[in-house]
């Protein structure tokens, strides 16, 4: 059953144009813009006494182009940020010039790591986005904290699917902007699969109980009950602001799917998937619509074309092409980056070997293969916690690093999610079910691929079965894993939700709780346990994980 959401209509003034807000999606600057909206109103009488008639007239029913200039998966990459503001700025001379973002730029580096998100938010906010969509990566530091940053934020969070159980939006569904008497909306919608590979406590509350929901079922329905809606209100144009992605192996929720499915959008900006996309799809109608992915970090900056006769076109402009810059973003860049230097730039060891992330294909090995990067985490792990075995899912290293000074930063950039490290109690049988699972993808990339210490087991992909699992012992010799048995594991408490490694160990005891998280444990790890010097031994992979064609 659908979420019966209300689509009551707030019309805010500002200076330059005039928006809607669903009514349930609610408005924080309402009393900016009462300011705005008074200001506006002695400036247009000043203006009706001092200009003709036909003048004003004539200058009213003036129609410009709209261009929409959008990012997507930004990923931390904030020298960036400037940049597209700059080219928003310069395309504000000649047209209707707006701003959108369709998710995924909490998560990628050291600015989003030592801030928890608040660093990004406060370069968002410099830019005065005209909409903003969410991604799955929003939700790494858990909903509690996303509610937190966004609070005050002076642009429109829209993403329709994100409600509570009870099927009320936490955002806005979509935001209506007027654009020289042209009405756009933008509809955000959020992939379902960020609810089932979120952090622990993105979606449920301690106790494992469900408070929000992407509705994986009825995203769909959602998506046209808010494209109805906004066309109701006076939409003249409908943009999707999309974290859905196209077709890849483990993501069954594509905005291509979405757009055969709907009717009534022009144009979606996607995003999740990281592909670079411009094309063209048809609808439930056989209608065309736009489709484009700008890529990843900035690697292109996508303009989206609206002609004062309604005809729409999308480029993307690589990167390196736009030479334009605003000086007020630049400044807060600059200053975030040096509030992350002051932070990170610590030097906590140095290294002989380098930390590989992926091959030349592009593959991200931790997810497919032990690698050195997965033995150096997983030993920190179980060094920290004193335990049997470490154990860390492979999608949780997300750089390399390399030989020579390794700085606290480098740390960061290699394992930066903000999970507390826990140890837990788990039977030989439920780690044995784990490993099954979690390597049953093979030789597809999977993020919750076991890297593992103090554990060596076997994978054969033809008939995914795992076998020859060992446990180290105390004098550093190998001994089979014992269903029956009770080990302790070090994880990150990712591993001890109902999400992470197919719930295998959501019910495993707790035995000791700790507040730092992995890239601590790292640093303190190469300080304290090795002497500040990664030495040779962490060349190759250890031979921990053995895969069998």
Same mark, same amino acid.
């Given at each position: 059953?659908?979420?019966?959401?209300?689509?009551?209509?707030?019309?805010?003034?500002?200076?330059?144009?005039?928006?809607?807000?669903?009514?349930?999606?609610?408005?924080?600057?309402?009393?900016?813009?009462?300011?705005f909206?008074?200001?506006?109103?002695?400036?247009?009488?000043v203006?009706?006494?001092?200009?003709?008639?036909?003048?004003?007239?004539?200058?009213?029913?003036?129609?410009?182009?709209?261009?929409?200039?959008?990012?997507?998966?930004?990923?931390?990459?904030?020298?960036?940020?400037?940049?597209?503001?700059?080219?928003?700025?310069?395309?504000?001379?000649?047209?209707?010039?707006?701003?959108?973002?369709?998710?995924?730029?909490?998560q990628?580096?050291?600015?989003?790591?030592?801030?928890?998100?608040?660093?990004?938010?406060?370069?968002?906010?410099?830019?005065?986005?005209?909409?903003?969509?969410?991604?799955?990566?929003?939700?790494?530091?858990?909903?509690?904290?996303?509610?937190e940053?966004?609070?005050?934020?002076?642009?429109?969070?829209?993403?329709c699917?994100?409600?509570?159980?009870?099927?009320?939006?936490?955002?806005?569904?979509?935001?209506?902007?007027?654009?020289?008497?042209?009405?756009?909306?933008?509809?955000?919608?959020?992939?379902?699969?960020?609810?089932?590979?979120?952090?622990?406590?993105?979606?449920?509350?301690?106790?494992?109980?469900?408070?929000?929901?992407?509705?994986?079922?009825?995203?769909?329905?959602?998506?046209?009950?808010?494209?109805?809606?906004? #066309?109701?209100?006076?939409?003249?144009?409908?943009?999707?602001?999309s974290?859905?992605?196209?077709?890849?192996?483990?993501?069954?929720?594509?905005?291509?799917?979405?757009?055969?499915?709907?009717?009534?959008?022009?144009?979606?900006?996607?995003?999740?998937?990281?592909?670079?996309?411009?094309?063209?799809?048809?609808?439930?109608?056989?209608?065309?619509?736009?489709?484009?992915?700008?890529?990843?970090?900035?690697?292109?900056i996508?303009?989206?074309?609206?002609?004062?006769?309604? #005809?729409?076109?999308?480029?993307?402009?690589?990167?390196?092409?736009?030479?334009?810059?605003?000086?007020?973003?630049?400044?807060?860049?600059?200053?975030?980056?040096?509030?992350?230097?002051?932070?990170?730039?610590?030097?906590?060891?140095?290294?002989?070997?380098?930390?590989?992330?992926?091959?030349?294909?592009?593959?991200?090995?931790?997810?497919?293969?032990?690698?050195?990067?997965g033995?150096?985490?997983?030993?920190?792990?179980?060094?920290?916690?004193?335990?049997?075995?470490g154990?860390?899912?492979?999608?949780?290293?997300?750089?390399a690093?390399?030989?020579?000074?390794?700085?606290?930063?480098?740390?960061?950039?290699?394992?930066?999610?903000?999970?507390?490290?826990?140890?837990?109690q788990?039977?030989?049988?439920?780690?044995?079910?784990?490993l #099954?699972?979690?390597?049953?993808?093979?030789?597809?990339e999977?993020?919750?691929?076991?890297?593992v210490?103090?554990?060596?087991?076997?994978?054969?992909?033809?008939?995914?079965?795992?076998?020859?699992?060992?446990?180290?012992?105390?004098?550093?010799?190998?001994?089979?894993?014992?269903?029956?048995?009770?080990?302790?594991?070090?994880?990150?408490?990712?591993?001890?939700?109902?999400?992470?490694?197919?719930?295998?160990?959501?019910?495993?005891?707790?035995?000791?709780?700790?507040?730092?998280?992995g890239?601590?444990?790292?640093?303190?790890?190469?300080?304290?346990?090795?002497?500040?010097?990664?030495?040779?031994?962490?060349?190759?992979?250890e031979?921990?994980?053995?895969?069998?064609?």
């Amino acid at each position: 059953m659908l979420p019966q959401m209300e689509y009551n209509i707030l019309i805010i003034a500002t200076p330059t144009s005039s928006y809607y807000i669903p009514a349930n999606g609610g408005c924080r600057r309402w009393g900016m813009c009462k300011r705005f909206f008074i200001i506006f109103l002695i400036l247009g009488s000043v203006i009706v006494t001092s200009c003709s008639k036909d003048a004003v007239e004539s200058q009213s029913q003036e129609k410009h182009s709209i261009v929409i200039l959008f990012e997507n998966d930004v990923h931390c990459a904030i020298d960036g940020y400037p940049k597209i503001a700059g080219l928003r700025d310069a395309i504000a001379d000649t047209a209707w010039a707006a701003l959108v973002s369709s998710g995924d730029y909490i998560q990628g580096n050291n600015p989003v790591t030592i801030s928890r998100g608040q660093y990004i938010i406060d370069i968002m906010r410099s830019m005065h986005y005209d909409a903003v969509g969410l991604g799955n990566h929003e939700f790494d530091f858990n909903t509690p904290r996303l509610l937190e940053i966004f609070a005050g934020f002076n642009a429109p969070v829209v993403c329709c699917n994100f409600t509570n159980m009870q099927g009320h939006c936490v955002f806005a569904p979509y935001v209506v902007r007027n654009y020289g008497g042209s009405n756009v909306a933008f509809v955000g919608v959020l992939t379902p699969q960020t609810e089932l590979e979120s952090e622990p406590y993105a979606f449920v509350d301690m106790n494992g109980y469900h408070i929000y929901t992407l509705h994986e079922q009825e995203y769909t329905a959602l998506v046209q009950q808010s494209v109805d809606a906004a #066309r109701a209100e006076g939409a003249d144009y409908v943009i999707l602001l999309s974290h859905m992605g196209e077709v890849f192996d483990g993501n069954v929720w594509t905005s291509n799917d979405l757009i055969a499915a709907t009717h009534g959008i022009d144009a979606v900006l996607d995003a999740h998937t990281h592909n670079v996309i411009d094309t063209v799809i048809q609808n439930s109608l056989g209608q065309p619509v736009l489709l484009a992915n700008t890529g990843t970090q900035f690697a292109n900056i996508g303009k989206l074309w609206i002609g004062a006769d309604g #005809r729409m076109d999308i480029t993307l402009i690589p990167m390196e092409q736009v030479t334009q810059i605003s000086p007020s973003v630049d400044a807060v860049v600059q200053q975030v980056n040096r509030q992350v230097q002051e932070q990170t730039g610590q030097v906590v060891a140095h290294s002989d070997v380098n930390f590989v992330f992926s091959d030349t294909e592009g593959n991200r090995l931790a997810r497919m293969q032990e690698t050195n990067a997965g033995d150096l985490v997983t030993d920190a792990l179980r060094w920290f916690a004193q335990a049997d075995i470490g154990l860390l899912n492979g999608g949780a290293i997300r750089a390399a690093m390399a030989a020579g000074d390794v700085t606290y930063g480098d740390v960061i950039r290699m394992v930066p999610f903000d999970n507390p490290v826990v140890k837990i109690q788990a039977t030989g049988a439920q780690i044995l079910e784990m490993l #099954r699972q979690c390597t049953a993808t093979l030789p597809a990339e999977y993020g919750d691929f076991p890297q593992v210490s103090g554990l060596r087991y076997t994978v054969t992909v033809s008939d995914h079965s795992v076998s020859n699992v060992e446990v180290q012992q105390a004098d550093s010799s190998y001994a089979p894993l014992d269903a029956t048995s009770i080990y302790t594991v070090a994880v990150t408490d990712y591993a001890v939700s109902i999400d992470g490694f197919h719930g295998t160990l959501a019910t495993c005891p707790i035995v000791m709780r700790t507040p730092s998280p992995g890239h601590e444990v790292v640093r303190e790890y190469l300080i304290t346990a090795l002497g500040g010097n990664i030495g040779i031994e962490y060349s190759n992979p250890e031979g921990r994980i053995t895969i069998i064609e």
